[in-house]
C-alpha cells in the first residue's frame, strides 16, 4: 500500500468535554444567524481537517469516520487538490464556461468518460451539487425518450430539491410538508436482503419490473433512476443480479438506465463505481462528493446519442464546472489512481467487518453487517427479532461522539449506523475508532 504522509498528527486526542466552550459559543452564535433547518451531527466546530482527523477549535482531535458524508475521499486537504486548488484561484476563479470556456472542463470529462463504467462513446454535463446532476439526468432522460414517467425506489434518496424530493423515499425529514412534489414519480421495491427473507434479486427485480408494467406501462417510462448501494436510505446492497436484470430490462425497452453514484462514486466502494462490481453499465451516471476532493463539482456522464439529444442551452448553470472545482477534481481523481484509493476502501472493509463479525456474535441487536469497501453499514434490531431499534443506533452515536468518534447514522427506520471514513485514514487511527465503536455497542447493547 502506499505511504501517505499527512500534515496533522493522526491521532485522536480530547482537550475538553465535546463539544467544547469554543464550539458552544460558537453553537450561540450560529442559533441566532443561522436557519434551524440545517442540522448538524456532531456540534462541534471544525478548524482543521486532513487525512482521517478533524481538529476542532477548542483543539480537540477527532476520528472522521464520515467524509463530510462521503465527499473527502482522498482527504480534507490533500495536498495535490489543495496546490491545483490555489494554482487555478491565482489565474482565475471565473468566467463562466457558457460564455468563455476553459480546459479543466473539458478535462473534467474526459477523464470521466474513461473512469466510468463501458467503453461506449460519452459525453458529460458539470454542474454543483448531487441533486442538480439528479435532476439533469431526468431531464435528459424525458428529452431524449420523449416520455414522462420515472421509477424510484423504496429507500431511495436523491436529494433536497422539489424534483430529487420527489425521488427521494423518506418523509422526515427531506420531504414532510414541503409538496407539492413533481409529478410522473413511481416509487418500486427495492432489493433488502435483511428484510426480503428468501425473495433473491431476481425475484426482487420480476416483482418490480411487473408492476412497472402494469402500474404505469413500459412506453411510458423515460428512466429507472437507481443507487447501484442506497446511501441514506440505509446502506442497501441489492441482492446479486437485481442491478443487471433492472438494466437489461431498461435497455429492451428504450428506458434510460440512471445510476446515482453520488455517494458510491470514486473508489468508495473500493471500485471506481459500484456498478463496477456486477458489471453493469448504466446509459447515464450522476456523479458529485467524492469527485472534487471537497469542491463543490457535480457531474452527469452518459451515452453520447442520449447526451447529445439535447439542443445547446438546453443544460448548463453559472456556476457548473466552475474552474478551481475542476482543477480540484483533476488532482483528486489523480489522486485515486496514485494512492490506489481502490485497495485502500477493499482494505477497510476487510478491517472493518472482521471486527463486526466477531462483535456479532456476542451481540444480537446487531442485524446485519452490509457494505462495499469503505460503505459499511450495522442494521440494529431488537433481538431475534427484525424490529429496528433507532434508539440504541442513536446511542451508539451519541457514544463515539463522545469519545472523539464521528460517525453518522442513516435508514429509512434511522437504525444504522455508517462509516464512511477517508479512504486515506491510516489502518492504526482506522483500528483505534473501531474499538471506539464496537466498545460503544458492547457497552449500550451487551
Ligand atoms: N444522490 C445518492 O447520497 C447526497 C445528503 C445528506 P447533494 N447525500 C447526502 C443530506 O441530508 O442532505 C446525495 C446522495 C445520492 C444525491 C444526493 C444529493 O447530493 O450534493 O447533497 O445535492
Known sequence: MTEISYRLPQQRVLQTELPGPRSQELAARRKAAVAAGVGSTAPVYAADADGGVIVDVDGNSLIDLAAGIAVTNVGAS?????????????????????????????????????VTPGDHEKR???????????ENAIKVARLATGRPAV???????HGRTNLTMALTAKAM????????????????????????????G????????????KQIGATSVAAIIIEPIQGEGGFI????????????????????????????????????????????????????????????????????DLMDAVHAGGLGGTYGGNPVACAAALAAIDAIDELDLNARARRIEELATARFRELAQ?????????????????????????????????????RCLAQGVITLTCGTFGNVIRL???????????????????????DLAG
Not at 421509477?151 to 434518496?157: G, L, M, N, Q, T
Not at 425529514?173 to 433473491?200: C, H, I, L, Q, T
Not at 420480476?206 to 412497472?212: D, K, L, V, Y
Open 237 to 304: 446492497v441489492p441482492a446479486p443480479g437485481f442491478l443487471p436484470a433492472l438494466a437489461d430490462w431498461a435497455r429492451s425497452n428504450g428506458v434510460v438506465f440512471i445510476a446515482d453514484e453520488v455517494q458510491t462514486g470514486f473508489a468508495r466502494t473500493g471500485a471506481w463505481f459500484a456498478c463496477d462490481h456486477e458489471g453493469v453499465v448504466p446509459d447515464i451516471v450522476t456523479m458529485a462528493k467524492g469527485i472534487a476532493g471537497g469542491m463543490p463539482l457535480s457531474a452527469i456522464t452518459g451515452r453520447a
Open 362 to 398: 456476542r451481540i444480537p441487536a446487531i442485524g446485519d453487517i452490509r457494505g462495499r469497501g469503505a460503505m459499511l453499514a450495522l442494521e440494529f434490531v431488537k433481538p431475534g427479532t427484525s424490529e429496528p431499534d433507532a434508539a440504541l443506533t442513536s446511542a451508539v452515536a451519541a
Open 173 to 200: 425529514p427531506y420531504k414532510a410538508n414541503f409538496g407539492p412534489f413533481a409529478p410522473e414519480v413511481y416509487r418500486m421495491p427495492m432489493s433488502y436482503p435483511f428484510r426480503d427473507g428468501d425473495r433473491d
Open 78 to 114: 490533500h495536498p495535490k487538490v489543495v496546490a491545483a486548488i490555489r494554482d487555478q484561484a491565482e489565474r482565475f476563479t471565473h468566467t463562466c464556461f457558457m460564455v468563455t470556456p476553459y480546459e479543466g472542463y473539458v478535462e473534467v470529462c474526459e477523464r470521466l468518460a474513461a
Open 202 to 213: 431476481a425475484a426482487a427485480a420480476r416483482e418490480a419490473i411487473s408492476r412497472i408494467e
Open 124 to 134: 458529460s454535463v458539470l454542474f454543483n451539487s448531487g441533486a442538480e446532476a439528479v
Open 420 to 442: 464512511l471514513p477517508p479512504l486515506v485514514i491510516g489502518e492504526d487511527l482506522l483500528d483505534e475508532a473501531l474499538t471506539v465503536l464496537c466498545t460503544a455497542i458492547g
Open 151 to 157: 421509477v424510484a425506489f423504496d429507500h431511495a434518496y
